[in-house]
């Protein structure tokens, strides 16, 4: 079993019951600041994942679907992403590469617009 956890609380962000995250489904999810160093991430499915400020210094990802993930403040420093496919992905300034990554190439679109925050609850009150 894996389990992701947020690189800056320590919390869990998602468990994965397997050994690895090698072809592993985590479209959609939110992985903010996940600590994923160093992790095998070939051909898993991160279509549309919220990686804002995760940690993907030398992940394996060849071959993974990041197609439309946000990538912004993440860290893919020595990352391996040969065959990946990272079209209309968002990324920032902040957002480093692998050496010798060109981003616009790939197909990943550069954005500086904050993160939408999410709407707060609506409060309700009994009537008098």
């Known amino acids: 079993m894996i389990v992701i956890r947020d690189k800056e609380r320590g919390t869990e962000v998602w468990t994965v019951r397997s050994h690895t995250l090698e072809n592993c489904d985590l479209a959609k999810l ?3 600041y ?3 160093y160093s992790q095998n991430l070939k051909c898993a499915n991160l279509a ?4 804002w400020g995760a940690d ?3 992940a394996d990802l060849r071959g993974a679907n990041l ?3 946000n990538l912004r403040r993440a860290n893919l420093s ?12 968002l990324y920032d300034s902040q957002t ?6 060109d981003a616009d190439f790939e197909g990943v679109k550069l954005t500086e617009e904050p993160e939408p925050q999410p709407k ?5 009150w009994d009537a008098w």
Do not use: I, Y
């Open 30 to 32: 939110r992985l903010r």
């Open 34 to 36: 996940a600590g994923l």
């Open 48 to 51: 549309g994942a919220n990686l």
């Open 56 to 58: 993907l210094r030398w």
């Open 67 to 69: 197609r439309g993930a």
């Open 78 to 89: 020595g990352a391996k992403l040969a065959g990946a496919d990272l079209r209309d992905a």
């Open 96 to 101: 480093q590469w692998p050496e010798g990554f």
């Open 120 to 124: 707060p609850p609506v409060r309700t």
